[in-house]
């Protein structure tokens, strides 16, 4: 059974860009969390999603940023015009159901440099 | 709102030392704890937990307990090995219906032979 799969590993942008993160859960699992870890910092929790749905976005900062889940394919977490200060690593995470009990497992994250 | 404060790393340590992370928590309610490790180029990966006050969390060698009085989740090792070197992360959650996981910063372990 595959693991949490995030790609592409490493992303450069020029300022005004857009990126676009993707991540696959494991087979069967229909929770995706985001995190994001800036430099010298813990990861700070941006959004959870179930299949089709944006349950807590509550961590995602309400302008330029954007995730979807859809029905099929993988989570993606969508950035437009970067700036310097979006420059970090984005994890996901999924879960095969909710419930704080639950494990989440992660992927190897996306590392972001906007230059 | 909630946090969790780790030792700032890097620490380093010689093979089969005695290892300490301290973790300390704040928490508007009654967390479960955990230590996820992340290796070189990989996943955070669970490394153990403890849902309640008094439990110990173990697994592969490493272990921690939850102590309420002094919210604290310290992370421990009797002998350490150069596979150790890794990042640490404490974490908690408050029980929700769903995780959602606060991190402390890191600690970065490094073990030399």
């Known amino acids: 059974n595959a693991g949490v799969m995030q790609n592409p590993r490493h992303l450069v942008r020029r300022r005004g860009q857009e990126a676009r993160l993707r991540c696959s859960p494991m087979?069967?699992?229909?929770?995706v969390y985001w995190y994001r870890q800036l430099p010298e910092e813990g990861l700070k929790f941006m959004v959870y999603?179930?299949?089709?749905?944006?349950?807590?976005e509550s961590g995602m900062p309400k302008e330029r940023f954007s995730a979807e889940f859809p029905k099929e394919g993988p989570s993606i977490l969508r950035i437009q015009q970067v700036v310097r200060g979006d420059s970090a690593a984005y994890f996901c995470?999924?879960?095969?159901?909710?419930?704080?009990?639950?494990?989440?497992?992660f992927g190897p994250g996306t590392r972001l440099l906007v230059l | 709102g909630d946090s969790v404060t780790q030792m700032e790393g890097p620490v380093t340590l010689s093979e089969e030392a005695f290892l300490t992370i301290n973790c300390t928590y704040t928490?508007?309610?009654?967390?479960?704890l955990f230590w996820y490790v992340q290796y070189p180029g990989e996943g955070l990966q669970l490394l153990l937990k403890?849902?309640?006050?008094?439990d110990k969390g173990s697994n592969k060698g490493f272990e921690a307990t939850y102590r309420k009085e002094t919210t604290s989740f310290h992370l421990e090792k009797g002998s350490v090995q150069v596979s150790d070197s890794a990042v640490y992360f404490c974490?908690?959650?408050?029980?929700?219906?769903?995780?959602?996981?606060?991190f402390g910063i890191g600690t970065k372990l490094q073990v030399i032979p």
């Open positions: 087979k069967g699992h229909s929770h």
């Open positions: 403890a849902t309640k006050a008094d």
């Open positions: 999603l179930q299949k089709e749905n944006i349950i807590d």
């Open positions: 974490a908690l959650i408050l029980g929700r219906g769903y995780q959602k996981v606060t």
């Open positions: 995470a999924s879960s095969p159901r909710d419930g704080y009990q639950e494990t989440q497992y």
């Open positions: 928490a508007t309610g009654y967390p479960s």
